[in-house]
Structure formats: structure tokens, C-alpha cells
């Protein structure tokens, strides 16, 4: 193993060995704080009952439970699946528009943004990019955690 990996914490992928398993997409967005088009993500207008992943670490994030239908075209949710489970950095590359950005906190891959706009209780919009993300049905989950 390289230093480089060694180095890295949970044992994560090199930068290199991310771009062998993620889809530039994914890589784009996970890495380099990229944004997928609105309304061409496949979790947009999923409603099954699971939980969704971070795709890089597959630390579970939110769950279906808190998703909604924004109309923004990305994922969103009202709230996170447990506390701590993302970490939230000003983001200002966008000069006229400071956004809070959302990462996972295990890994530290881009996420998305949260917005102050969303449903009560929370009045939270955790706008997410499908490409960061992928989906555990509660079956899925069941199994997983049975084993």
C-alpha cells in the first residue's frame, strides 16, 4: 500500500482508485464540489421507502422518511438520517450568493447544499445530488443489518 492510503482515514480510496470506481459524474461532484443538472439525477422524483448513501464511504445520510418534492430538480430532504452524520462549510464560489455546503462526515465528499427554505419542522431544503448518493431499499437494509 502507498503512504498516500495509509494516510487516508477509514481506510478510504486514494483519489486515483475513486476515479477507477466512480463515474466521472460522480467523480466530478464527489471531489470537486461539481453540481449535477437539475432534473437529470435518478433520485429526484424516487420516492421508495430506504435509506440513501453516501457513494463514496456508504455512510447511510437520509432517509426516505425526509425526502420531498422541492421542484428544485435535485434530491431533497428536511433533514439528515442522525446528527453528525454530514458537516456544513460556507461556500462562496458563487460571489453574489453564499451557499452552505454539505459533505459527508465520514469521508468529506460534496454532497450538495442546504437551504433555509424547506418544510416545517426543520425548515431545512438539504438540496443533493443523485451522483453523490445511492439508495438501500429497507429491504435491502433489513438484510444488511440481519447479516
Not at 29 to 46: P, S
Request: charged content about 30%; aromatic content about 10%.
Amino acid at each position: 500500500m502507498s503512504a498516500e492510503r495509509n494516510s487516508k482515514p477509514f481506510g478510504m480510496e486514494t483519489k486515483e482508485e475513486l476515479r477507477k470506481r466512480l463515474t466521472p459524474l460522480q467523480y466530478q461532484v464527489t471531489q470537486e464540489a461539481g453540481t449535477e443538472r437539475a432534473f437529470t439525477g435518478k433520485y429526484d422524483k424516487f420516492y421508495d421507502q430506504g435509506v440513501y448513501q453516501c457513494i463514496v464511504c456508504h455512510q447511510d445520510l437520509f432517509s426516505s422518511d425526509n425526502k420531498f418534492d422541492s421542484g428544485c430538480g435535485w434530491p431533497a430532504f428536511n433533514d439528515v438520517l442522525e446528527k453528525g452524520k454530514v458537516t456544513l462549510h460556507k461556500d462562496a464560489s458563487i460571489a453574489e450568493r453564499i451557499r452552505t455546503e454539505v459533505r459527508c462526515s465520514k469521508c468529506g465528499s460534496h454532497m450538495g447544499h442546504v437551504f433555509e427554505d424547506g418544510p416545517k419542522p426543520t425548515r431545512k431544503r438539504y438540496c443533493i445530488n443523485s451522483a453523490a448518493i445511492e439508495f438501500l431499499s429497507a429491504d435491502e437494509l433489513n438484510a444488511k443489518n440481519q447479516s
